[in-house]
């Protein structure tokens, strides 16, 4: 298998177990999370959806608490020489697939054991038409005809994405900055969820616009991102882990699965941005106001073309949408990053040292802190609590240096120079009212050359 595929199939995995690894959970919650796991419909890396027995992803947890990620890439069959042995049967394959595309592998599989009486496996034959450009994703490609997609239910699908708005002064760099807008709008009601402008694009304004959200609407069950920066990044998969929500990057290349936000983005710059820009826009805050305010007054009251209702109204018929507890939205914000406990007993972390407990140095350690919050820096070793990071200072362990004798006091010149420039003023101005200056310049050259002159 190729390696860039195995460690995609290994990410995978993680990301499917990643909740059942938490090691603060009890047997009786891992058993809940497992069956909670097992039946969830994943998105594989090949593009399909598929479910995993709880068996599997049992597997999955302990070879991961074993040997890691890499303990969860896949491995090569005891069979696949079977079809290279028998180069008839991968051709008789590979024309079964042609004839009708969406036959699956199991039943080619099935059709070369009843022709030829030998036993190939389902996921070998996968694998050799997948090598050999012959995978259903692939021939289906050329007639591929995208049909409308819409979530059942409000909150079952939440799509987000950066809509690049216009320059804005921002006062911490002196200078404008382009404006980013950070979207959530709702795959049923096409209610905008929440949206706000940003000067930077980054995972930290993505999850800060998906705290308040889920604050304001309740817990979504599916995150529909692209694979940009701000979306595909450790933190927000450990987020949607923590609060149960799956996460899903649209395919690299595929537009067509993103209709409903690109439209929305289309709206918005017509409907918001255009006349944003012929008003002026005199900051940051400004344009926020400004944007909430149309979001709730225009955007969720219109009537959608699509649906014949207004997205507030389409939204709420659903009901109330259950919320998340204070506690366990703070734990799933939290940013994680391992360090390595320095000689000093001290962690880098933000561009600070933070102290912590001597008995960790030369371990790693995980810290788990509020990124706009560093107040607060929870130290874990092996996944158990080993205190808190504090800011790390310097003590003084040398005596003080001794001081120098003390310069004794220059003796007075008695010279008053601004006296002396002023009664020269007086004197051209009680002339002829008028003052030379190229005069007043050699004057005060002759009276600081002066004490010069004495002194020598």
Same mark, same amino acid.
Request: aromatic share 8%; with cysteine; charged share 30%.
């Given at each position: ?21 938490? +090691? ?16 969830? %419909? ?23 608490? /074993? ?5 969860? %890439?896949? $491995? ?42 030998? $036993? ?23 007639? &591929? ?14 799509? $987000? ?10 006062? /911490? ?6 404006? /980013? ?19 930077? +694009?980054?995972?930290?304004?993505? !999850? ?58 289309? *709206? ?17 805050? +400004? ?20 649906? &014949? ?16 507890? +204070? ?18 007993? $001290? ?21 788990? *802190? ?24 310097? &003590? ?7 001081? !120098? ?11 008053? *120079? ?22 007043? !310049? ?7 050359? !002066? ?6």
């Amino acid at each position: 298998m190729e390696p860039d595929r195995d460690e995609a199939i290994a990410v995978h995995r993680f990301g499917v177990i990643a909740e059942a690894t938490n +090691e603060h959970l009890t047997k009786a919650e891992r058993g809940a999370v497992v069956r909670a796991i097992a039946e969830r %419909r994943h998105l594989h890396p090949e593009g399909d959806e598929r479910r995993y027995s709880r068996s599997s992803i049992d597997r999955w947890v302990r070879a991961w608490r /074993k040997g890691g990620l890499a303990a969860l %890439r896949p $491995t090569p069959r005891a069979d696949t020489g079977v079809l290279r042995a028998h180069p008839e049967l991968f051709d008789e394959a590979c024309a079964l697939r042609l004839e009708l595309p969406t036959r699956s592998a199991a039943q080619i599989a099935s059709i070369l054991y009843h022709r030829h009486g030998i $036993t190939v496996a389902e996921r070998t034959v996968r694998e050799q038409l997948r090598r050999a450009g012959l995978h259903r994703e692939a021939l289906a490609a050329e007639s &591929k005809a995208f049909g409308r997609y819409e979530a059942e239910h409000s909150n079952d699908r939440w799509i $987000t994405d950066v809509l690049v708005g216009p320059f804005v002064p921002f006062p /911490k760099l002196d200078a404008s900055v382009r404006a /980013k807008l950070f979207l959530i709008v709702d795959d049923h009601s096409r209610l905008i969820v929440d949206g706000r402008f940003y000067a930077h +694009e980054n995972a930290r304004a993505c !999850q800060d616009l998906l705290r308040q959200a889920i604050g304001h609407r309740g817990l979504p069950r599916v995150l529909y991102a692209d694979n940009g920066a701000p979306f595909a990044n450790s933190w927000l998969t450990r987020t949607c882990a923590v609060l149960g929500i799956r996460l899903v990057h649209s395919a690299p290349y595929s537009p067509e699965g993103r209709g409903k936000q690109e439209r929305a983005n289309r *709206y918005i710059r017509e409907a918001f941005l255009e006349e944003a820009m012929h008003r002026g826009i005199a900051s940051l805050e +400004e344009l926020n106001d400004a944007f909430s305010a149309w979001v709730a007054q225009v955007a969720n009251r219109r009537i959608h073309a699509e649906t &014949k209702q207004s997205p507030i109204e389409r939204y709420e018929a659903d009901g109330p949408h259950p919320g998340v507890a +204070e506690d366990k939205l703070h734990e799933a914000f939290l940013w994680s990053v391992t360090r390595k406990v320095t000689r000093t007993a $001290t962690v880098p972390l933000e561009g600070n040292a933070y102290a912590v407990d001597p008995a960790l140095v030369s371990r790693r350690v995980e810290l788990r *802190y509020d990124p706009a919050d560093l107040t607060r820096i929870d130290v874990f070793y092996d996944g158990r609590p080993a205190g808190v990071a504090t800011p790390f200072v310097t &003590k003084r362990h040398t005596h003080r240096a001794v001081p !120098q004798a003390k310069r004794p006091d220059p003796e007075p010149t008695g010279i008053d *120079y601004l006296a002396l420039v002023q009664k020269a003023h007086e004197e051209e101005a009680g002339t002829d009212g008028e003052i030379d200056f190229s005069q007043l !310049q050699m004057f005060a050259a002759d009276v600081t050359e !002066q004490p010069q002159a004495e002194q020598a």
